[in-house]
């Protein structure tokens, strides 16, 4: 790869699609530059500061009192779910317009890995604590992280933590914990182990009016655990630091890291692991591997939908409610919408997104992006020569060149502007980063 080629494999993978003219920028400052300001951006994320969270407010369902009518019922979940659709909303503009994409593009790493779904949460506010959770201690060291995510109201919702007592632990959360969470499928833990750790979890419940995550000390086991072949009178905190800090962990951790945004076609290299995420996504970057990954990895529908949209110059808060409802749907029929992971362990990859019916989906939902495209984006593939509109499209697209199939299909097309945006979207160069 030459260096343009290189800093643009780079930016597809660490950002939710770059745009041209970053591509430019990176070209000029270099790879090692670029990285740089990656993991490390100067400044305030001013795309960030300009799509600022919704004030969602306390839950409505969870301020009602026992005796509340049916109609209030259902008007505190009408509540409920417009609530879910702001915070939705929201995300998916922060996503486009935030200036430090790789903190975007990682958030929605550890949002599929501790995979939970508002679905069951019912609860816009925690789906938002957790959010943020991330967002603060993601590209730090994994202990502090496993620390609050066992404590995490959403979490503990979604895997059952509340119905764990020390009369009746639940194993749910101790066993998702090692196995999706930290140490991995294998031989690192036992069944004892999980029943051990689902007793250090035991008496965290949650407070439904606040949103919170509430210690009781009648509901915990105090007793002494053994786990991982260590005993002592695990509580929550010092089990997930037990956890956090074994080589196990920060190996798997980097493994899911590589298969997200290297992909499950080359191998991890070894010492993949650094002592936090940001040296991790650092040696992945830079492992002389990580180049053989390019036009390997099949982006997730949000990657797919958000990049298009960084690119074309859409803007969701400048679109009409009916055309981001479109957006919308356009996710739920690819079958993927941040906040609704279809379970604990996360969204599918690779050639899942490929079916015959998300085709379908995937060409639908380029129709509506193609129609909200930026004027001045499609007045600049206008502007490039007939013959040249294909060349444009890649550029814009950022993609680094059309197969000759490809090229036979656009070529067709150049005369109208919308609908070679379309087949652009829709291509194989395009769909495989």
Known sequence: MN????????????????TAEQVDAAERDGFAGTLDRLIGPDGP??????????????DPAAQLDRDATREQRQQANQQRREQVTRLLDWWLGRMIAAEHQLTEKLLFFWHGHWATSVQKVRSAGMMSTQLETLRRLGLGPLPPLVDAMVRDPALIRWLDGQRNTR???????????MELFTLGIGDAYSEAD?????????GWTIDR??????FEPRRHDPGPKTILGVTAAFDARSYARLLAERPETSRFVAGRLWFRFAGP????????????????????FTAPDFARTRDTLVKQPVEWLVGAMRQLGIRPSALSENRRRQLVTGLNALEQVPLRPPSVGGWPSGTAWLTT???????????????????????RLAAAP??????????????????????AVLAPLAGEPRRLIIAGLVSPEYTVS
């Open 167 to 177: 009369q009746a632990p639940n194993e749910n959360l101790a066993r998702e914990l």
């Open 386 to 407: 007939r013959d040249g509109r294909p060349d444009a499209l890649a550029r814009l697209l950022v993609v680094d060149r059309w197969s000759e199939r490809t090229r």
């Open 357 to 379: 019916s998300s085709a379908q989906a995937r060409l639908r939902a380029a129709d509506h992006l193609a129609a909200a495209a930026a004027p001045a984006v499609l007045s």
């Open 265 to 284: 076609h080359v191998p991890p290299p070894d010492g993949l692991a650094g002592a936090d995420t940001a040296a991790t996504l650092r040696r992945m």
């Open 209 to 214: 009016r606040s949103g919170q995550a509430r």
């Open 3 to 18: 260096e343009r080629e290189a800093v643009a494999h780079l930016l597809r993978r660490a950002t939710f699609g770059p």
């Open 45 to 58: 994320d001013r795309g960030a500061a300009a799509t600022p969270a919704p004030v969602l407010g306390p």
């Open 194 to 202: 999980v029943r051990e750790g689902a007793r250090a979890l035991t």
